[in-house]
């Protein structure tokens, strides 16, 4: 059932080193469907995401994007393939102004003469990115250096996004403002989105499915309704014993060392 | 003792080639086996400054020279004795490696290769510009050595001559990487920050190696000038360190072993070049040799990274059958497998190890403030991280500090344990003023750290990674730790090491590489690593990240345990009901500054907490929602 | 004060190769964090074939311009046979990579071209005579070629969708993959720069400075003390820097003793250090604990 446009993954065994960090996940994204993946610190949610984008090579399983198999491909080769990843903390390109980094988001469309186009969208979804089109991006705010991660995954225009963390560190009200960017780009555009959060009330907000993960394995999987009061979400989340959910702003930064 | 014989068996296997290879060799060969003597006792001391530092040297024959240099003008122009001109000219190389380590060895990396072949240059422009050095023409008529009169002037006479200096070498190096000295050098190398914090004096030690390795090579220059009878500024040249380099690399980074291997492989390749070149390419003459230097320089970087000795391991492995994979520079066990054992054992029958451990502190009393914080402050450029922050510790406490992402909760251990210097403010612990000074000083002091972005020592084991947490509990230093004299010692750390490893409950991962461990474990092994010193203060960034419900229950348990000994625990922890459950005070930061201070249930309460942090479930779902919400209507309409 | 206005201003020259190689530097430093020590044989190799060229009969402008693409291709074949096929590129292996090349290369232009050092004609012009100041014209040459070259690649780097690229790349190079840029094109560009900065310094410089088999280490050095200067990834300092340590050099060679010129970078960089004791790298690596 490879849905045209959408992004399916099976079997994913993955890894760093000698350390495998990924048992082999199942996890699919419909176009016009947003699929949230939750769990604590180290379960293997971002690993899952350098995957699926061909930043690290899988051991074993496949991921499929618009029906065709990419797990051998690039991460450049995914990105031409329609697939954006807006990766954890951003990485912005610091020293180039806002615009700039809008135009290096359009290299695999650099030919096709709509920058101006899709430029314009990004800023009417992002208003305050315009008036700082001329800064230098390191010079923004943690909410806007997080809209421009996401204007600059768009100007690809993907059919396929996938988002890691796009809520950590950020005030409510501006995770409010990603949080309904995000619905307007799976209803209106059709994108299909996997996200990862820890901030489960915001994860469960908008997903239409959501999976719990926990060092490196799906251990439940539904709608957010049929999660909401699942004891396994919140153990694998909280750990054992944990009080109620008490999710927001309680990740930290953790090491993103590349491979190159 | 079987083991001690194993060990040892390889050297005796050498000196056993050594002493025959000059009754069955032609001249010539001899006349080569001498050179790769020479330089493979260089190669020794650029081995250990590579493999166990970590730094490269791209001028390591300013050293050779100065060496070289210093025995010929003593012995030519000063008529001093001999041996005592050999002494004075390895201090001088050690010398000379120790007045340019102190400004060099602060850099890293590239900066440091090409300052070195910096150095090279300007040693070699110095000696063909002094009048003292004999300019171009170098310094000529250096008598062959003498010994009971007996001159060693013919290839074998001096290869026997040579033969036990570089086996002596040998030893001690090895001894070397094996000690204590050796242990922590590993550390730096993989981790400098953490091993700072563990109390390495990281500097220190680096400096120590390369006017070690400074050494070996001015020693290697005294034979040379010997040999020759001629010193001329060819042995300060760019072509001779290129040929040190090439010998460390080709019998593999890591092993001592290698250089030895590496200098003779590497010497043959010269005189099969220097002979095969002119008949190739008729005419060719100079340094024809270099271009088989680079070309196998390039070819092991890419097919053969770990040299010789790679392709040893790989070889015995397909030998005996195991097609394992060959682990390129693993790390050697560090000490005898018997005793192990028993060392394991007694860990094992000793039930409250870990009490005997943190003992070694002499704690103060319970309730004395051991870490006082006044006005941190951090400013970077405009933003503040950390903004006027007072907090005291108390031995026997556990205080968490919590607060939302860049509250200034890292930034705060940062400054605390010394890996960064406060804008302001000051940090005491046990009465010293610490803010600004190295993080090796606040660990002698007794605080210590694990890290949030993992910091393990990563090409080590688990073991060999709480080992390093001893470093301060144990005193050999470099010269004991080459005369393997700290035997004693070592059963120690490794009995305390283990009772650590136990109380974390990683005995069945003892000596797995620490790299193959989930991200939990690793977390778990930096705890061990940090009780081991038997720590005052116990600094823990985001100890329970990763873990699963029981081991965080078990980490909590651990944790109280070292309370109940008397240690103060500063933990950073999001897992805020964990940190309710186990902390005796909570700290609150919010935007660098600090808003509460005071037992769980006041700090649940605090309006200020609650409004910053914490919030309500209403407020937060009411905010997503309605942005959601919002944007819905907004499209209907 | 003529004779300091005279070496002033043949420092300036001198000073400008320097910068050119400098540039080659932080080309791919910045973009691969490698300090490409095979940087000045490309400079070595270009003075050298020009000069073979000139003797087959090619004439001198001609054969200055054909040397510097093929130079630029022998820098690109060299990163893709040996610098891309090393997979986990640490700072100890790339030194020890480019040494090996740079090693290489030495051997084979001794091998090709023999031991002694030989310049290249002078370009056209003749020489002038300016306030007491002799001027040679190759001077001039050198002057404006290196002007010219350094804002090629200065507003290739700053103003150039590529360039902008390459940008991206040193700065977040996990992102500048997940937008689609290749780092083995990028990396293959930084290259490619690098060679043509490294052989036209190489080619304006030959008639004045020579070319030898050798040649390439101390400039190749030099080229680097300059690019530290602006921590390895600001072409304008880096270029700034090299005319200063020409300047410099001259100086202390006209002032103190010929000899110890080629001390000079290292005593500067021994001097920025001891300034900045912290390190040279404005792009400092993150470690966040």
Redesign the interface.
């Known amino acids: 059932m490879a849905e045209q446009g959408g992004l399916e993954v099976s079997g994913l065994v993955a890894g760093y080193?000698?350390?495998e960090?990924l048992h082999g996940i199942d996890v699919a994204a419909q176009p016009g469907r947003l699929v949230a993946v939750i769990g604590?610190?180290?379960a293997g949610k971002s690993t899952l995401l350098r995957t699926v984008?061909?930043?690290l090579r899988p051991q074993a399983g496949t991921v499929r994007l618009a029906g065709v198999d990419v797990t051998k491909f690039?991460?450049?080769r995914i990105?031409?393939r329609g697939l954006?990843?807006v990766?954890e903390n951003r990485?912005?390109?610091?020293?180039?102004s806002v615009l700039?980094n809008l135009?290096?988001?359009g290299?695999?469309k650099?030919r096709d003469g709509r920058f101006a186009q899709r430029r314009d969208e990004v800023f009417e979804m992002f208003p305050q990115l315009a008036d700082r089109a001329a800064l230098a991006a390191g010079a923004l705010s943690?909410g806007e250096q997080q809209m421009l991660a996401i204007g600059?995954?768009l100007?690809?225009d993907p059919s396929v996004m996938v988002l890691d963390e796009p809520s950590?560190?950020l005030a409510?009200?501006v995770?409010?403002?990603i949080?309904?960017v995000l619905?307007?780009l799976r209803?209106?555009r059709g994108l299909a989105l996997l996200l990862v959060e820890q901030n489960v009330?915001?994860a469960f907000?908008?997903a239409d499915h959501v999976l719990v993960m926990d060092?490196g394995r799906v251990v439940a999987e539904g709608t957010p309704a049929e999660l909401a009061d699942d004891e396994r979400v919140r153990?694998a989340y909280?750990?054992?014993?944990?009080?109620?959910a008490?999710p927001?702003?309680?990740?930290?930064?953790?090491?993103?060392k590349?491979d190159? | 003792m079987g083991t001690r014989l194993r060990t040892y068996a390889p050297f005796a296997l050498l000196a056993a080639v050594l002493v025959a290879f000059p009754m069955v060799a032609s001249t010539s060969m001899v006349n080569i086996g001498v050179y790769a003597l020479i330089f493979g006792l260089a190669a020794i001391g650029l081995s250990l400054l590579m493999g166990l530092a970590g730094q490269v040297s791209l001028g390591h024959a300013a050293f050779f020279a100065v060496g070289a240099y210093t025995h010929a003008i003593l012995i030519t122009r000063h008529d001093v004795p001999g041996l005592v001109s050999t002494v004075v000219a390895v201090l001088a190389a050690m010398l000379v490696a120790f007045l340019v380590g102190m400004p060099l060895l602060r850099l890293r990396g590239h900066f440091l290769a090409l300052a070195t072949l910096g150095l090279g240059i300007i040693v070699s422009v110095v000696v063909r510009e002094l009048e003292i050095t004999g300019r171009t023409s170098g310094i000529f008529g250096i008598p062959k050595p003498e010994i009971n009169n007996r001159v060693y002037d013919t290839p074998q006479e001096f290869f026997w001559l040579l033969a036990p200096v570089v086996l002596i070498g040998l030893v001690l190096a090895r001894n070397l990487v094996r000690s204590r000295t050796g242990r922590a050098l590993g550390a730096v190398n993989d981790s400098e920050v953490a091993a700072e914090c563990l109390g390495v004096n990281t500097f220190a030690l680096r400096l120590r190696v390369f006017v070690l390795a400074g050494g070996y090579a001015g020693l290697a220059g005294v034979f040379y000038a010997y040999w020759l009878a001629v010193v001329s500024p060819e042995a300060s040249g760019f072509l001779l360190s290129v040929k040190f380099l090439l010998m460390v690399v080709l019998g593999g980074l890591g092993t001592v072993w290698g250089a030895i291997t590496g200098a003779v492989a590497v010497q043959a390749i010269d005189e099969s070049m220097r002979t095969l070149m002119p008949v190739l390419i008729p005419g060719a003459s100079g340094e024809v040799q270099l271009i088989g230097f680079g070309v196998v320089l390039v070819l092991l970087v890419i097919l053969l990274p770990g040299g010789l000795a790679q392709l040893w391991t790989m070889v015995t492995a397909r030998l005996r059958g195991s097609g394992g994979k060959a682990r390129a520079s693993g790390e050697v066990p560090t000490v005898a497998v018997a005793a192990e054992h028993t060392a394991r054992l007694d860990a094992a029958a000793g039930g409250a190890a870990l009490e005997d451990v943190l003992a070694e502190a002499e704690l103060p009393e319970r309730g004395t403030v051991v870490l006082r914080v006044s006005n941190l402050t951090k400013r970077y450029g405009g933003v503040v991280a950390v903004d006027g922050v007072d907090f005291e510790v108390l031995a026997g406490e556990i205080l968490a500090l919590i607060g939302?992402?860049?509250a200034g909760k890292t930034t705060c251990f940062n400054m605390i344990s010394g890996v960064l210097g406060p804008t302001a403010g000051s940090v005491e612990v046990l009465g010293t003023r610490v803010e600004g000074k190295q993080p090796h000083v606040v660990a002698e002091l007794g605080a210590t750290r694990t890290f949030?972005?993992?910091q393990v020592f990563g090409s080590s084991t688990v073991l060999g990674n709480v080992k390093v947490g001893r470093h301060l509990r144990s005193r050999s230093g470099l010269l004991r730790g080459m005369l393997s004299m700290a035997g004693g010692e070592e059963r120690q750390i490794e009995r305390t090491s283990l009772a650590t490893v136990a109380a974390l409950g990683l005995e069945s991962e003892t000596d797995r590489?620490v790299?193959?461990?989930?991200?939990?474990r690793q977390r778990q092994v930096e705890v061990a690593r940090a009780l081991a010193l038997a720590p005052t203060i116990l600094l823990l960034d985001?100890p329970?990240?990763?873990?699963?419900?029981?081991e965080?229950?078990a980490l909590g348990d651990l944790l109280h345990r070292t309370r109940e000994a008397g240690v103060a625990v500063v933990l950073v922890e999001?897992?805020?009901?964990?940190v309710m459950a186990l902390a005796d005070r909570v700290a609150v930061l919010d935007d660098g500054r600090l808003i509460a201070l005071g037992d769980p249930d006041q700090v649940r309460q605090d309006p200020a907490v609650i409004a910053a942090?914490?919030?309500t479930?209403e407020?937060?779902?009411r905010?997503?929602?309605?942005?959601?919400h919002?944007?819905?209507t907004g499209?209907v309409s | 004060m003529t004779d300091l206005l005279q070496l002033v201003f043949s420092g300036l020259a001198h000073g400008a190769v320097y910068g050119l190689v400098a540039l080659g530097f932080v080309a791919v430093f910045s973009v691969r964090e490698i300090v490409n020590l095979a940087q000045g044989e490309y400079a070595a190799l270009a003075g050298l074939s020009a000069i073979s060229a000139v003797a087959m009969g090619v004439p001198l402008l001609m054969a200055a311009v054909l040397v510097v693409p093929m130079v630029v291709l022998v820098a690109v074949i060299l990163e893709r046979l040996c610098i891309a096929p090393v997979k986990r590129?640490t700072p100890l292996v790339s030194i020890i990579l480019t040494l090996g090349i740079s090693t290489a290369l030495k051997a084979l232009m001794l091998l090709i071209w023999g031991p002694q050092a030989r310049g290249l004609p002078a370009f056209p012009g003749s020489d002038l005579l300016v306030a007491g100041v002799s001027i040679r014209s190759q001077e001039l040459w050198i002057l404006g070629i290196a002007a010219v070259v350094g804002a090629a690649v200065i507003w290739f780097y700053e103003n150039t969708?590529h360039g902008?690229?390459l940008?991206?790349c040193a700065?977040?190079?996990?992102?500048?993959?997940?937008?689609?840029?290749?780092?083995r094109t990028a990396t293959m560009v930084a290259f490619a720069i690098a060679g043509f900065a490294g052989a036209v310094a190489g080619v304006a410089g030959s008639p004045i400075y020579f070319s030898s088999w050798e040649h390439g280490l101390a400039l190749g050095l030099k080229g680097f003390v300059a690019a530290t200067l602006g921590g390895l990834t600001s072409l304008r300092v880096a270029m700034f820097g090299g005319i200063m340590l020409g300047i410099l050099e001259n100086l202390v060679a006209g002032y103190i003793d010929t000899g110890f010129r080629d001390a000079v970078a290292f005593f500067v960089l021994l001097l920025v250090l001891l300034v900045r004791p912290q390190g040279l790298v404005l792009r400092a690596p993150v470690v966040?604990v």
Do not use: C
Request: aromatic residues 2%; without cysteine.
């Open positions: 080193e000698r350390l960090v604590a610190n180290g984008s061909g930043l690039s991460a450049e990105a031409n954006a990843h990766p990485l912005v390109f610091p020293s180039l700039d135009l290096l988001g290299w695999t650099q943690g600059r995954a100007m690809s950590l560190g409510p009200r995770v409010g403002e949080v309904s619905a307007r209803d209106d009330r915001a907000s908008i060092r153990a909280l750990g054992a014993g944990a009080g109620p008490r927001a702003s309680t990740s930290q930064n953790r090491t993103t590349e190159q | 939302p992402n860049g949030q972005n993992l590489p790299k193959d461990l989930p991200f939990g985001e329970m990240a990763g873990l699963s419900g029981a965080r229950a999001h897992d805020v009901d964990a942090y914490l919030g479930d407020q937060a779902d905010l997503v929602r309605s942005a959601a919002d944007h819905a499209e | 590129m969708l902008k690229a940008r991206a700065e977040q190079p996990v992102a500048a993959r997940l937008v689609g840029i290749s780092p966040r």
